[in-house]
């Protein structure tokens, strides 16, 4: 088992950088595949960036393709996710997840992991 914390987020303006940390505990981080997500009002948890256990390879979702960069560090036992260029859109918790599967996974029910989450508001 591992446990997770988010933190990182808080009000910014369209247009600016944040940058969430989530440190792991417990079990081996770096024998888990690791992803972000992020819940708005009223909308389901979508998927917004995963890693490999490795680091080697990520996806990200297409809303946010060139504007966030999820990376890990397994030395400090942290994934993160830069978020450049902001948007209000992008306001909502960020959840960071942790998924045993070997390969990078979109699915929130493959992670059974989850952090408390961090607020991003992104003001207009």
């Known amino acids: 088992q591992v446990q997770l914390l988010e933190s990182g987020g808080g009000l910014v303006q369209v247009g600016g950088s944040l940058r969430l940390s989530c440190a792991a505990f417990g079990r081996t981080f770096s024998s888990y595949t690791m992803g972000w997500f992020r819940q708005a009002p009223g909308k389901e948890r979508e998927f917004v960036a995963a890693i490999s256990r490795s680091g080697g390879s990520s996806n990200s979702a297409d809303s946010v393709k060139g504007r966030f960069t999820i990376s890990r560090d397994n030395a400090k036992n942290t994934v993160y996710l830069q978020m450049n260029s902001l948007k209000p859109e992008d306001t909502a918790v960020y959840y960071c997840?942790?998924?045993?599967?070997?390969?990078?996974?979109?699915?929130?029910?493959?992670?059974?992991?989850w952090g408390q989450g961090t607020q991003v508001t992104v003001s207009s």
């Open positions: 997840a942790a998924s045993p599967r070997v390969t990078i996974t979109t699915s929130r029910y493959e992670y059974p992991y």
